[in-house]
């Protein structure tokens, strides 16, 4: 294992606001990295096989894991930061150009480029649960669709490469943790085309970017993709900050059911990846209790859109879902919809899939009568947290007023200067500043807030009352 000295600082190293060292070299998107130049390596020695077959033997049942295992197209994304959760990582970096995707953190202390190598071609599930989701999440870029990878482990002198065909090995510098090169294109998709860094890439990057946003937020690690940390359960994509969507509230709790591992920034200095109108999101209260001991984490919110532009925007409420999301190693690996109405006040309920089994995805939960006691008593322990939530629009109210008057205040000021020149015209300007415009303002805006606040309020007691009939004690 690393030493002490060296986990202690592997977080910052690997996700802190330094520049690492190990992106240095990536700076920017016209940086060749050292997978990008064995590739070009390839095409000029010939071996680039034009007639787009992929040759490697391997079992059927391989081929067929690597092409219909997982759910999604993108989902070896989560499987590789499941990897770094299940290894033992102390964080783990992602960084993202026109023509490679990196990921760095901390393997194992006993991998080796063997080991690897051997596991990736066993289709049989590894005893070695970081390696298991670490080969599957290589299996479909690689195998299914022939992209090539360079793997350097910390210490070794070698770098595995797969040319989207086979493994080789080639010398390189030693680093301090695991870097992973995984190439955008595939062996006979036009390795080295300029044109290939432009629509095409940034549409796989997005994908990969929504990819680690929707279903890695609950990551216990620090997650810093592109230099922005997602590890936070106000990163959730149906209760976290977003343009309709707005935390009131993050609560945890005990319970008897497998501990709960809480994204690190849940508690104090996230920011979203997709917020909503700053101003909606003064109603989130940030203070989070911390028990010794967190089973069932809840993220209540309130369902907001703004119509209109400008000084004629309006919130109106939207109804959503409660959801009950189960984690694996730091993953979304389910999600399911509660059986109560929707309201524009919403819960969502996350706990620990540790000791459940799955189907052959690894992304679904074999509904066993395990995983109705779990969802009960997770249910019963968010039970008290939702009663015990309110919600208010005091602080959004008072920063309207403020722009009213400060709006009625700056046109008295443009009338006084007006009647040096116009005096008539900037007597009414500087009149209508001082009294009507921003009462009249500030009298339709808070009335609007007021009726929002008040919709806001009565769902989240329906919402409770539900919830409490379902699953008070």
């Known amino acids: 294992m690393l030493s002490s000295t060296t986990c202690s600082h592997s977080a910052q190293d690997l996700c802190g606001k330094g520049k690492s060292r190990y992106f240095s070299n990536y700076s920017g998107v016209s940086d060749v990295s050292e997978l990008e130049k064995f590739l070009l390596e390839q095409v000029g020695e010939g071996q680039h096989d034009s007639g787009g077959k992929f040759t490697l033997a391997r079992s059927k049942a391989l081929e067929k894991l690597a092409n219909f295992q997982l759910p999604r197209e993108t989902a070896w994304v989560s499987k590789l930061v499941q990897a770094a959760v299940a290894g033992g990582s102390s964080g783990m970096a992602v960084r993202q150009t026109n023509r490679d995707t990196f990921f760095v953190f901390e393997p194992p202390a006993d991998w080796t480029l063997a080991g690897v190598e051997e596991a990736f071609y066993d289709p049989e599930v590894s005893s070695d649960r970081a390696l298991d989701h670490f080969k599957r999440g290589l299996w479909p870029v690689s195998i299914r ?71 890695c937020f609950t990551c216990p690690i620090p997650l810093k993709v592109d230099g922005r940390r997602l590890d936070a359960l106000q990163g959730c994509p149906m209760h976290g900050f977003s343009p309709s969507s707005y935390p009131v509230r993050v609560a945890l709790t005990d319970a008897d059911l497998p501990g709960f591992r809480v994204p690190r920034l849940t508690f104090g200095g996230y920011e979203p990846v997709n917020p909503g109108h700053s101003k909606l999101n003064t109603i989130y209260q940030p203070k989070v209790f911390v028990p010794q001991r967190i089973a069932v984490a809840l993220v209540v919110c309130a369902s907001i859109e703004k119509t209109g532009v400008g000084d004629t925007s309006r919130p109106i409420p939207l109804s959503r879902s409660s959801t009950l999301s189960w984690v694996r190693d730091g993953v979304v690996v389910g999600r399911e919809a509660l059986t109560v109405s929707q309201w524009s006040c919403a819960a969502g309920v996350f706990l620990s899939a540790d000791g459940l089994d799955s189907d052959l995805t690894g992304f679904g939960l074999i509904r066993t009568p395990e995983v109705d006691r779990r969802k009960r008593i997770a249910c019963m322990a968010a039970c008290d947290l939702l009663q015990d939530t309110s919600v208010s629009l005091d602080v959004y109210v008072r920063t309207v ?21 116009e005096p008539i015209s900037g007597f009414f300007l500087a009149g209508g500043g001082a009294t009507g415009s921003a009462a009249v303002t500030a009298a339709v805006n808070v009335s609007a807030e007021r009726a929002l606040e008040v919709t806001l309020q009565d769902d989240l007691q329906r919402l409770q009352s539900e919830w409490r009939r379902q699953w008070g004690a």
């Open 401 to 421: 007023l403020h722009r009213a008057y400060w709006l009625g205040g700056l046109m008295f000021v443009g009338g006084l200067a007006m009647c040096l020149v």
């Open 145 to 215: 669709d022939a992209r090539p990878f360079r793997l350097v482990l910390p210490g070794i002198d070698q770098a595995l490469i797969w040319n989207g065909q086979d493994f080789q090995r080639r010398p390189c510098e030693p680093v301090k943790y695991l870097e992973l090169t995984v190439s955008m294109r595939s062996r006979w998709g036009g390795v080295g085309l300029p044109l290939f860094g432009g629509i095409e890439a940034a549409r796989a990057n997005a994908a990969t970017m929504r990819e680690l946003c929707e279903n």
